[in-house]
Structure formats: C-alpha cells, structure tokens
C-alpha cells in the first residue's frame, strides 16, 4: 500500500519558473491538503479539498494553486517562484467525509528550493 | 489569535520518562492531536484527545484539560528511536488544524 506518493522529493528551481508538485493516494480519501514546514513555525495549510470538485485556501494561500479533478490526485502549483517559497512542502489526506478529523496521513514531502 | 505553545527543544535520558507541555489559545475546541515527526521525514499520527483525561497507548500516553488549555504528552522508557520532533495540533471549530512549532525532543544514552 503506497499511502501517499510526492513528487518529486527535492527540487532547486530559478525564481520565476513555474513548478507543480504532485500529489496521489490511493486510499481513496475525501480531504486533502497541502502544507509548507518551516524551520521555527508550524506546519501551515497552503490549501485544501474537501472532496473531488472542490477546494479552499489555506493560511497562506498567496502564490500558489491547486486543482481536485479527481479523487486521487492533488497537484499544487507555484505560477512564478520567488525565493521565499523555499521550503518543505508535504501532502496529506483524512477520511473525515464532511470535515477533518484531525488524523492527517502525510506524504514523505518536497524539498524545494528557489533561488 | 490562535496559538499553539510547546518548548522548541528538550532532552533526555535513555529509559527515563519525559513530559512535554502544550497550551494552546484556539477559536474553538474539537480534539488535540500529537504528531511525531523524524528528522526529514514526514509526521505520524501519535494521540488525540478531545475529553479531559489521560490516554494511554504503549510507552505513551497523552493528557488534556480543556479548562486549562493545555496537554502533555508522556514518554516512558525513552529509547533512542524516539528522539525526534513531537507536534501538538488542536482542530478548531472550522474543524482546521492549527499547528505548534513542535519540540525536538534528543536521548541522550
């Protein structure tokens, strides 16, 4: 059972390019969402899914997008990267049907840095 | 605002017992959550508490009070595979996690 699959794992990228961070489960999940770590600060929500068809924005949603066209898969999406978005991005999922559970599963993350 | 207030870092001795605190200010209150976190590896589901009490599972154990605002989790016979970064979260009443910075907890032999 794979859980959680990102991709990919790490990742040095110029400020201004565009780069997706992919994201797939396969437990079939309603809720997904992204995070940021940073070294000092809380892991924060970037954005989120409630289920296929739908998402919202985190705690620091600026910079970024997502799309849930299906069940499965819950790509994040930086249109131009600037460096302040160098960080460890991981995935999670819950299968909380209307809300979150709290109990989060967590892809291995994505280290990306921008410079 | 919504706060989450642990120790950054903490150390202890293999096969002791060690407590690590959180308080937290949220609006609104629907469960605690401790997460393990190895150093660049993803967190793990540890505890989670949404009555007053301890709860205990293993070698650990989590306690609440909602009056108090606060939590500890309770580590015994600390082996060194425990050495690692232990989270506190509390879902709020948007049913949103909101996460403390975590404790870096080091066993020393």
């Known amino acids: 059972i794979a859980g959680i699959t990102q991709a990919p794992t790490s990742q040095i990228l110029a400020a201004g390019r565009r780069m997706t961070l992919r994201c797939t489960q396969d437990m079939r999940h309603n809720a997904m969402y992204w995070y940021r770590q940073d070294l000092g600060l809380g892991l924060r929500l970037i954005h989120y899914s409630n289920t296929a068809g739908t998402t919202g924005k985190g705690e620091v949603p600026d910079g970024y997008s997502v799309s849930r066209a299906n069940t499965d898969d819950f790509p994040l999406t930086l249109a131009s990267a600037v460096p302040s978005q160098t960080s460890v991005y991981f995935c999670?999922?819950?299968?909380?049907?209307?809300?979150?559970?709290?109990?989060?599963?967590f892809g291995e993350g994505s280290r990306l840095t921008v410079l | 605002g919504q706060n989450i207030d642990q120790p950054t870092e903490m150390t202890a001795t293999e096969g002791a017992i060690v407590q690590i605190n959180c308080t937290y200010q949220t609006s609104g209150f629907n469960g605690l959550f401790w997460y393990q976190q190895h150093a660049g590896e993803a967190p793990t589901f540890l505890s989670y508490n949404v009555l007053d009490g301890l709860e205990e599972k293993g070698r650990f154990s989590s306690f609440l009070s909602r009056s108090k605002g606060y939590s500890y989790l309770l580590l015994k016979e600390l082996q060194m595979k425990d050495s690692a970064s232990y989270l506190c979260?509390?879902?709020?009443?948007?049913?949103?996690?909101?996460w403390g910075a975590g404790t870096k907890l080091i066993i020393k032999p």
């Open positions: 979260a509390v879902l709020d009443s948007n049913y949103q996690l909101i």
């Open positions: 999670a999922s819950s299968d909380g049907g209307s809300h979150n559970t709290g109990e989060l599963f």
